[in-house]
């Protein structure tokens, strides 16, 4: 089963997206902002991170920086933002400009997901 971690600071955003993949049979969790992001990603293992870019204090840029020097830098990460000018894309591979089309973000969550998971 694929584990998705979303960080954002919008609750309604939170919620929405961790109902929406939830719907969809993959199992979510959500922090609020980058640094307890970042925090829940050093302790668990997540499949996909899901990340806002504009929050107070450690935004989307810098958690996917972290995230690819971490122990696990191949993690997919997607980001979400309505201020899309402002990623660093090289960090980033997939993003999505709010408002954006929940079905294509869960679409291509299962398509990360699918692409990440070990050939049988």
Do not use: Y
Not at 34 to 51: A, M, N, P, R, Y
Not at 56 to 80: F, H
Not at 84 to 112: Q, R, Y
């Amino acid at each position: 089963m694929c584990r998705v971690l979303i960080i954002d600071d919008e609750e309604a955003v939170r919620c929405l997206l961790t109902d929406a993949l939830s719907m969809n049979g993959i199992d979510t969790d959500a922090a609020n902002n980058g640094s307890d992001g970042l925090e829940k990603f050093h302790q668990e293992k997540f499949d996909i991170v899901i990340t806002d870019l504009v929050m107070p204090g450690i935004n989307g840029n810098s958690v996917a920086r972290e995230i690819r020097i971490s122990e696990r830098p191949d993690t997919p990460i997607i980001g979400i933002s309505g201020t899309t000018w402002l990623f660093e894309d090289d960090h980033f591979d997939l993003v999505f400009e709010k408002p954006m089309s929940i079905a294509s973000l869960v679409g291509a969550v299962k398509n990360l997901a699918l692409a990440d998971s070990p050939a049988i």
